[in-house]
């Protein structure tokens, strides 16, 4: 027997009205009713459409710690409410973007989250975008502002907060030759996080700052080489704009017969778990993974159940985790 509304609802205990705003995510439903809903559903079999269920995040960073964490931060929370989300890696600007954006949208497509996707890079095609436009399909974006001012929500850490961070915490230490090692150019977060980088050496009289701007991919080849480039510049603090370029750079560090933090001290940003295990512990500036995914997830309910949402770049405050990767500045 087909099991449809009516047997959910006479299950739960609740109306069939209620049942529907269930399924469909209406606001007006207290938890316990809801819960009562989805458990009723669960009992009986009752099987959503998949159409118009599904959530794309798209990212390119799937083995890092930080995405993997924040995408599944997201699932969880859009799960209870019938809505199934599905990975997308897929390189920023590249082909295969439009192509799962295409793909999906066919298929019915509720929403999409670009989690440092195409919208981090510059002149990126906007063609994905306008498609989900004309098909009305809303999308947030994750760390970077989309190309053109697309005027739609992004939820993002604070970049200049994060660079104030890193530096002070160095400053206090009696370092003055800081480096930064941060990803390429054209990149915004990467960008931002170069201007904060210099905006916050410049509060502190430090002149010439530019020339210990390394710019390299974010990943621990790219953080090695930019520390062995700013070992060669003098530098005894680096300041990395990932924690596995940071992870690069102590590897780069001891291949050069040099110390962490003896003779160089290492922050990195992002703040993954795995930065507590690693050998030094790893001092990094900490997104707020927990309060990004909430909003995120809760921006995307409220837009598929056609409520508004403030466009524009929300920022979230991130903070300062101190290990073993950091210390006074080494006597010379």
């Not at 590249?94 to 981090?120: C, H, M, R, W």
């Not at 990149?187 to 170069?194: G, K, L, Q, S, T």
């Not at 390299?216 to 930019?226: N, P, V």
């Amino acid at each position: 027997m087909k099991v449809g509304i009516v047997e959910v609802a006479a299950l739960a205990g609740v109306s069939e009205a209620t049942v529907s705003r269930v399924i469909n995510r209406r606001q007006g439903v207290a938890k316990k009713t809801r819960d009562a809903v989805e458990n009723a559903m669960a009992e009986l079999g009752y099987e959503r459409v998949v159409s118009g269920q599904l959530v794309a995040i798209v990212t390119e960073h799937v083995s890092n710690p930080f995405f993997a964490d924040v995408a599944e931060r997201i699932a969880s929370a859009l799960a209870p409410h019938g809505l199934k989300t599905v990975l997308c890696p897929a390189f920023p600007g590249g082909v295969q973007e439009p192509e799962y954006i295409a793909s999906l949208v066919d298929k019915g497509i509720a929403a999409v989250v670009f989690l440092s996707s195409s919208n981090t890079v510059e002149g990126a095609d906007v063609e994905p975008y306008e498609m989900l436009r004309v098909r009305r399909v809303p999308y947030v974006g994750v760390n970077g502002v989309f190309a053109d001012g697309v005027p739609v929500p992004v939820y993002s850490t604070d970049d200049a907060l994060a660079a104030e961070l890193a530096v002070d915490h160095l400053y206090r230490l009696g370092h003055r030759a800081i480096g930064m090692a941060s990803g390429p150019v054209g990149n915004h977060p990467a960008d931002r996080r170069v201007q904060s980088f210099l905006d916050a050496m410049g509060r502190r009289g430090v002149g010439g700052a530019e020339r210990l701007v390394i710019r390299q991919s974010y990943t621990i080849e790219g953080g090695q080489a930019a520390a062995q480039t700013l070992l060669g510049l003098g530098a005894t603090g680096i300041v990395a704009a990932s924690d596995y370029m940071a992870l690069g750079a102590v590897r780069g560090i001891r291949r050069r017969g040099f110390s962490v933090p003896q003779d160089v001290s290492v922050i990195g940003y992002d703040g993954s778990s795995i930065t507590e295990f690693v050998d030094p512990p790893l001092t990094t500036v900490r997104q707020p993974a927990e309060r990004l995914s909430a909003e995120v997830a809760r921006s995307v309910l409220a837009l598929i159940g056609g409520r508004n949402v403030p466009v524009g770049e929300l920022l979230f405050d991130p903070e300062l985790i101190i290990r073993s990767t950091t210390g006074p500045v080494p006597n010379v």
